[in-house]
């Protein structure tokens, strides 16, 4: 009984000791933190970061800090080591156009045991994949790109083809949630693995809705497969399920691979080749600058490299462009939002070929309605995080502080987009916003506009999105409308990357009819 008292006061007491003479040491440490004058976004973030990663795991990170700023202003400490910054001048620039490299935070995106463009730290390896995969991406070959966009109003028909036969069949209602989850599989697959390769389910949202299942399970396996592998051995995972490799692209992948067979990658790419092939070509071909290689077939690290980015291609494609156009239905669909729908049909009527993406660029009505739903909802709605290299400033006058290296940094697209100066009435969506205003506001507003990223990490696919969401949008609104109906209980979670959630099951059941005028 002695010895049990002795112990519990003897470690009772020796946890305190611990306790005061961390908070001493803490305290006095951060007393010379550089950070000290920053507003805080809780009273524990100057000694600790428990409280962010605690709101983090429960989704709730995004929207405290947005409060945070609304209470602070544009610089805000969230830890002892970690800011949120909510400025484009004189904080993005210096962050992101100042390519300041990623945190450990993005090796949640590493498959094939090798790195993505989208997870790689070093601006040199990224600016070696970058531009090993760019130009298939960019506007200018996407425009150019007869066959690409024959492809794209293929797949457009057969959507319409199937909103058709909802109205008749289905008692008019559809669940877009899985129509347009269907177009951006088969969008973005026929683009980078090719027609031959693709997913296509447009014509049977049944089966679109298995595979939507599917691709859901083997992307959350694949990102609790990373975050699992630093502490778990990986055949251990994959034995257990988790595999950070997704078997339905690498099915897309392989039928590719069938596809071309017959003309083994070659180095000089086909002009109009799939990023697919592209990227195998440049592989191939050896880093740009250096001299050429021999080889004639890909080593297995360079077919891990490109089935891995691939991977990423598709799954960064999907996800976004399906949150885009599912919020961006629901949107129209509201009773209070109805002009829109019929002032987009009116401008989608007047075009020969309605899904010409050319055509379609140029459309003000279209392009305001797709940037006030990036705008209020965009997909990337949380951190981007980077980490200081060498000492930087960021935040305007009055706010300014200077960070050593070592530091966290981000900004998101959720408090950007509702700087009341900018966007007025930021809470509501109203595209006229994009229409009426002075020459010099749409340049500001799309400034402040950040869904796609800024700097040397914008979104690769900016351009490949945009024409899918316009060619999509344009297919369904140009012949339709679309309303919502008591049963749809829709609602927009605000994660890091925004979550539409319904709770009878499906992703949005929106009632469609044929327009009349
Ligand atoms: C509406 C659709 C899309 C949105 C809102 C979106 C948003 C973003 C954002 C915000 C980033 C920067 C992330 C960061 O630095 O933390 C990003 C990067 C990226 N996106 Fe997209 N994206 C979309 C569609 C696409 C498509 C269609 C592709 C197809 C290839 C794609 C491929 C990529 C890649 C590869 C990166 C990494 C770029 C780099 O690190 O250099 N995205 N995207």
């Not at 995080?385 to 300014?400: A, E, F, L, N, Y």
């Amino acid at each position: 009984m002695w010895a049990d008292q002795f112990n519990t006061s003897f470690w009772a007491r020796t946890t305190v000791a611990l306790g005061i003479l961390y908070a001493a040491l803490s305290h006095f440490y951060r007393r010379r933190s550089a950070l000290n004058a920053v507003p805080t976004i809780h009273w524990s973030a100057r000694y600790s970061p428990a409280w962010i990663r605690w709101q983090r795991l429960r989704d709730r990170g995004t929207l405290l800090v947005h409060q945070a700023h609304l209470r602070h202003g544009p610089v805000v400490r969230l830890a002892p080591r970690e800011l949120s910054v909510c400025d484009v001048d004189t904080s993005l620039k210096p962050i992101y156009d100042g390519r300041l490299p990623k945190t450990d935070w993005y090796q949640l995106a590493a498959s094939y045991g090798t790195a993505r463009m989208f997870s790689m730290k070093d601006e040199a390896s990224h600016r070696k994949r970058r531009r090993m995969v760019a130009k298939p991406y960019s506007k200018s070959y996407l425009t150019e790109n007869r066959e690409w966009q024959e492809r794209q109003a293929g797949l457009a028909c057969d959507m319409r083809a199937t909103v058709e036969k909802a109205c008749r069949e289905a008692g008019g209602e559809v669940d877009f949630g899985v129509l347009f989850f269907a177009w951006a599989l088969a969008s973005v697959s026929t683009d980078v693995f090719g027609a031959d390769a693709a997913e296509h389910h447009l014509d049977d949202l049944a089966e679109a809705r298995t595979v939507k299942v599917k691709y859901d399970g083997q992307l959350s396996a694949a990102l609790t497969a990373v975050a699992w592998s630093r502490c778990v051995p990986r055949w251990l995972l994959g034995w257990l399920g988790y595999s950070t490799n997704m078997t339905c692209i690498e099915e897309m992948r392989g039928r590719a691979d069938a596809a071309s067979a017959i003309q083994a990658p070659s180095k000089s790419a086909e002009p109009r080749s799939t990023p697919y092939e592209h990227m195998k070509s440049q592989m191939l071909r050896g880093p740009p600058g250096e001299p050429q290689s021999d080889a004639k077939q890909l080593s297995r690290n360079q077919q891990a490299a490109t089935a891995s980015e691939m991977q990423d291609h598709i799954v960064a494609s999907v996800d976004t462009s399906t949150i885009a156009l599912t919020t961006c239905a629901w949107l129209l669909s509201l009773e209070s939002n109805r002009q829109w729908q019929d002032k987009l049909r009116h401008e989608s009527q007047r075009f020969e070929d309605p899904f010409s993406a050319v055509n379609i660029d140029n459309s003000p009505i279209l392009e305001a309605i797709i940037e006030e739903t990036l705008r209020l909802y965009p997909p990337v709605a949380g951190r981007q995080p980077r980490v200081t290299d060498k000492t930087i400033s960021v935040g305007p006058p009055g706010h300014q502080v200077t960070m050593p290296a070592g530091v966290t940094v981000h900004a998101q697209a959720w408090s950007l987009h509702r700087n009341p100066t900018i966007f007025p009435e930021p809470e509501v969506w109203d595209p006229q916003r994009w229409l009426e205003c002075s020459p010099e506001q749409p340049k500001q507003m799309n400034a402040w506009l950040w869904a796609y990223g800024s700097g040397s990490r914008r979104c690769l696919g900016e351009h490949l999105a945009l024409s899918s969401l316009e060619v999509a949008l344009v297919a369904v609104y140009g012949g339709f409308e679309t309303w919502v109906t008591q049963k749809t209980r829709f609602e927009v979670k605000v994660w890091n990357v925004l979550q539409p959630v319904t709770r009878d099951g499906s992703v949005l059941r929106l009632h469609v009819g044929k327009a009349t005028a």
